[in-house]
């Protein structure tokens, strides 16, 4: 079956620690996206990517840095430079169609505590 | 830049009553989306409204998106436990990328 795989599930890191989060499609889907959720909060964008090997900015790419090598993989790294890591994670990819298309489809996520 | 709010944010429903979440967006869409979170889960995506004026039903949900293209809303006839989540829409301004509501939380009391 297609989908959007992220792992860890769970993921614990120690203060001043980069973590990489990992990001897995196989929906053929050009653009990749990571937002990041807060408790009882909306989704907010940190990096997204519409082609391979470029990736665009979102509202809260401080701290954050993304690479996009493969059309399938999106890692999300959470530098020492992040101050309020501990969230929700969640990536997601959709066809790059702006007039209409498919809507995102959304990995299971990562949560992520900063111990 | 664009702003998409929805309200309210929490809803407790009893059981069998409906239920409906608004969303008004700062800039014209070209489409809007809507999701739902179960808790403890992540979003799944529902449906996308283009057409202005636009109304569509999946069984017990209706989602209209305005004449206007800047609002949009989500009504539950007759709720059901099943029903309990987090609802979010989700605005695609033209040339631009989707930009998510906080979303409303619904909670059914059987």
């Known amino acids: 079956d297609g989908g959007i795989t992220q792992s860890p599930k769970y993921l614990f890191r120690k203060e001043g620690q980069n973590v990489t989060l990992s990001c897995e499609q196989n929906l053929n889907h050009d653009a990749m996206y990571w937002y990041r959720q807060d408790p009882g909060q909306g989704l907010r964008l940190i990096y997204y990517s519409q082609i391979v090997n470029d990736f665009q900015k979102g509202d809260i790419a401080e701290g954050y840095s993304v690479s996009r090598e493969k059309k399938e993989s999106f890692p999300l790294t959470v530098t020492s430079a992040q101050k309020n890591p501990t969230a929700f994670y969640l990536c997601?990819?959709?066809?790059?169609?702006?007039?209409?298309?498919?809507?995102?489809?959304f990995g299971s996520g990562t949560r992520l505590t900063v111990v | 830049g664009q702003q998409v709010m929805q309200i309210p944010q929490y809803q407790h429903v009893q059981e069998g009553e409906d239920f409906t979440t608004y969303c008004n967006s700062s800039t014209t869409l070209s489409n809007i989306q809507w999701y739902k979170q179960r808790p403890g889960g992540h979003p799944v995506f529902l449906i996308q409204?283009?057409?202005?004026?636009e109304v569509k039903k999946q069984k017990r949900l209706t989602f209209q998106f305005g004449e206007a293209k800047k609002n949009s809303s989500l009504h539950i006839t007759a709720t059901q436990t099943t029903d309990v989540g987090t609802y979010f829409c989700?605005?695609?301004?033209?040339?631009?990328?989707?930009?998510f509501g906080a979303g409303t939380i619904l909670r059914v009391k059987s």
């Open positions: 409204l283009v057409k202005s004026g």
């Open positions: 989700a605005g695609l301004e033209y040339g631009n990328k989707l930009v």
């Open positions: 997601a990819s959709s066809t790059p169609d702006r007039t209409g298309g498919y809507g995102y489809t």
